[in-house]
Nanobody
Framework: QVQLVESGGGFVQPGGSLKLSCAAS????????MGWYRQAPGKQRELVAR???????NYAESVKGRFLIARENAKSQVYLQMDSLKPEDTAVYYC????????WGQGTQVTVSS
């Protein structure tokens, strides 16, 4: 099975930026859609962005214009550039296929607070 490892989270002030990385244990060339998800305390996990093999993207309305998703298939990596961060972006962020298919990794914590 594919194992997924997220990294890049941290503590930032509102308006700050972070870049998250997702490393897959095997090639992702054959995975049509890859996505970033997040889960805040007491909330359901939600899709925040997805990208397909052709480079098409979709974003949740709450992050549109602030986040950018990218993939580098040869490196088995998916990235999420997050700018203009808001306190409501605070959550654990995960990557996975869309629709979710693989076991969830540990995620990476993003905390936005002043």
């Amino acid at each position: 099975q594919v194992q997924l490892v997220e990294s890049g989270g941290g503590f930032v002030q509102p308006g700050g930026s972070l870049k998250l990385s997702c490393a897959a244990s095997r090639s992702i060339f054959s995975i049509s859609w890859m996505g970033w998800y997040r889960q805040a305390p007491g909330k359901q996990r939600e899709l925040v962005a997805r990208i397909n093999t052709s480079g098409s993207t979709n974003y949740a309305e709450s992050v549109k214009g602030r986040f950018l998703i990218a993939r580098e298939n040869a490196k088995s990596q998916v990235y999420l550039q997050m700018d203009s961060l808001k306190p409501e972006d605070t959550a654990v962020y995960y990557c996975n296929k869309w629709p979710p298919y693989y076991y969830w990794g540990q995620g990476t914590q993003v905390t936005v607070s002043s």
